[in-house]
Nanobody
Framework: QVQLAESGGELVQAGDSLRLSCAAS????????LAWFRQAPGKERNFVAA????????HYADSVKGRFTISRDIAKNTVYLQMNNLKPDDTASYFC?????????????????????WGQGTQVTVSS
């Protein structure tokens, strides 16, 4: 089993930056796909970004390209989401997810059902 714990969410102003962290614990892994999803109240869970644990290759949803950066620190077993120029539309609960071993493709990484492990989420609120 793998446990994921997100942190870093808070209330910020439009245009601010924020960095979310997702710490993985439990079973060790050398290969995985780690992703961030977000969900606003009453809406479906949407893909934000993903990264391959071994190669560090990132992928982004069009809505966050150029503003968000996903990265990972293998030594700390942690994935980050740097969010810049935040907008009110970015307001949501942000969830970290893992697919171990990595079986997602570019075509499937946006599907929540592809990920076996999930964190509890961290709330990001962006005021205008």
């Amino acid at each position: 089993q793998v446990q994921l714990a997100e942190s870093g969410g808070e209330l910020v102003q439009a245009g601010d930056s924020l960095r979310l962290s997702c710490a993985a614990s439990g079973r060790t892994f050398s290969a995985a796909s780690l992703a961030w999803f977000r969900q606003a109240p009453g809406k479906e869970r949407n893909f934000v970004a993903a990264i391959s644990w071994r190669a560090g290759t990132p992928h982004y949803a069009d809505s966050v390209k150029g503003r968000f950066t996903i990265s990972r620190d293998i030594a700390k077993n942690t994935v980050y989401l740097q969010m810049n120029n935040l907008k009110p539309d970015d307001t949501a609960s942000y969830f970290c997810a893992a697919n171990i071993p990595p079986r997602v493709t570019v075509g499937t990484m946006g599907r929540p059902s592809e990920y076996q492990y999930w964190g509890q989420g961290t709330q990001v609120t962006v005021s205008s």
